[in-house]
Antibody, heavy 118, light 112 residues
Framework: EMQLVESGGGIVQPGGSLRLSCAASGFTFSTYWMYWVRQAPGRGLVWVARVNPDESVIEYADSVKGRFTISRDNAKNTLYLQMNSLRAEDTAMYYC???????????WGPGTMVTVSS | DIVMTQTPLSLSVTPGQPASISCKSSQSLLHSDGNTYLHWYLQKPGQSPQLLMYEVSSRFSGVPDRFSGSGSGTDFTLKISRVEAEDVGVYYCMQGIHLPLTFGGGTKVEIK
């Protein structure tokens, strides 16, 4: 069974940092594009970032560009999101997702909650 | 950015009755390869989103055939032929052709 499990969320002060992880299993992680999508409480889905299998292509939403870094370790089947200079508006559930094809995400993790508050 | 507009915001449906959700994009989602990259997701209460339909009308693995997708260019529709209790949740369309990837605002489906 294909599975993704996020971790690393928590409560952080404005300006702080967090590193999210997404552990993958049940599929050949190293061959798929991977994504981060977030959802603020009571709000809709927002794409954050994506990375191709060998990290040669990395793309971000404008709202996180320069503050967040997506990366992956194919040997460990793990996706990461390094989040710096966090703001209150970054408060959200963060989901990782696996691409089926052309940005149709066919596997999602249960999410990890990030709260930015003083 | 491509704006995805869903209507209605919410839908209350009697079990066994049909339901329909509209999704309009501010730009065409037709790619030069001939495919249209419009996908539908369902987020059930308390769960993460799940892929329902990809490329307008292809049902993802395990999705019941009471779900169907149609449309082209900028106008798309998700239909449920006979709503069941397990179909409750928020439905999102998403365009997969242009960055930034963007989702519709969501349509909440409830059972009467």
């Amino acid at each position: 069974e294909m599975q993704l499990v996020e971790s690393g969320g928590g409560i952080v002060q404005p300006g702080g940092s967090l590193r999210l992880s997404c552990a993958a299993s049940g599929f050949t992680f190293s061959t798929y594009w991977m994504y981060w999508v977030r959802q603020a409480p009571g709000r809709g889905l927002v794409w954050v970032a994506r990375v191709n299998p060998d990290e040669s292509v990395i793309e971000y939403a404008d709202s996180v560009k320069g503050r967040f870094t997506i990366s992956r370790d194919n040997a460990k089947n793990t996706l990461y999101l390094q989040m710096n200079s966090l703001r209150a508006e970054d408060t959200a559930m963060y989901y990782c997702g696996k691409d089926r094809n052309w940005n149709a995400l066919d596997v999602w993790g249960p999410g990890t909650m990030v709260t930015v508050s003083s | 950015d491509i704006v995805m507009t869903q209507t209605p915001l919410s839908l209350s449906v009697t079990p066994g009755q049909p339901a329909s959700i509209s999704c309009k994009s501010s730009q065409s989602l037709l790619h030069s390869d001939g495919n249209t990259y419009l996908h539908w997701y369902l987020q059930k209460p308390g769960q993460s989103p799940q892929l329902l339909m990809y490329e307008v009308s292809s049902r993802f693995s395990g999705v019941p055939d009471r779900f169907s997708g149609s449309g082209s260019g900028t106008d798309f529709t998700l239909k449920i032929s006979r709503v069941e209790a397990e179909d409750v949740g928020v439905y999102y369309c998403m365009q997969g052709i242009h960055l930034p990837l963007t989702f519709g605002g969501g349509t909440k489906v409830e059972i009467k």
